[in-house]
């Protein structure tokens, strides 16, 4: 069972560049979401989605930029690169509905220099 | 504004010694309060879902439990292999939106 998964598991940016982090899932779940993990800092949503061509923004969503046209993909589009993107960003989905939890991946490790 | 609070932000126990973690919320109308294990290097992995006060479940070494305010993981004569960063996050009635606190990294000491 893959679950969640994401590609790269790292990768380092100069300042100015731009990347697509990718996410694909085979739960056929509805609900997807792209959180960034810095320490201390806990999980902070960047944007969910709650189903294909349906976007949101979450918390921190600047400089970010996602898609969502089909349900298994919800790729992560960062233009021009800023040293503040420097983070573990996962990708999460959920079947939606009352209190169905999240299934993660297990993460890219992004380093902008 | 939902907000997530976990104490203690770290913990280091013996082999055997049990304790608790805490984690308390505020939330407009809970959905469910939802306990994850995070491992170095690996994404959140789901342990409980729980949805009112009063509610509890357990899972081997480990039982969560809910009041109007706060949820408690309770650790029973833990293992090595429990060492983990522990998550605790909410999801509000009013929205699609999952909240999580900072966690408690969990260490236990042969």
Partial sequence: ???????????????GQSMTLQCTQDMNHNYMYWYRQDPGMGLKLIYY????????????PNGYNVSRSTTED?????????????????????????SSPLHFGNGTRLTVT | EDQVTQSPEALRLQEGESSS???SYTVSGLRGLF?????????????????SAGEEKEKERLKATITKKESFLHITAPKPEDSATYLCAVQANTGNQFYFGTGTSLTVIP
């Fill in chain 2, 21 to 23: 973690l805490n984690c």
């Fill in chain 1, 49 to 60: 989605s709650v189903g294909a061509g349906i976007t949101d923004k979450g918390e921190v």
């Fill in chain 2, 35 to 51: 306990w994850y294990r995070q491992d170095p290097g690996k994404g959140p992995e789901f342990l409980f879902t729980l949805y």
């Fill in chain 1, 1 to 15: 069972n893959a679950g969640v998964t994401q590609t790269p598991k790292f990768r380092i940016l100069k300042i």
């Fill in chain 1, 74 to 98: 919800f790729p992560l589009r960062l233009e021009l690169a800023a040293p503040s993107q420097t983070s573990v960003y996962f990708c999460a989905s959920s079947k939606g509905g009352t």
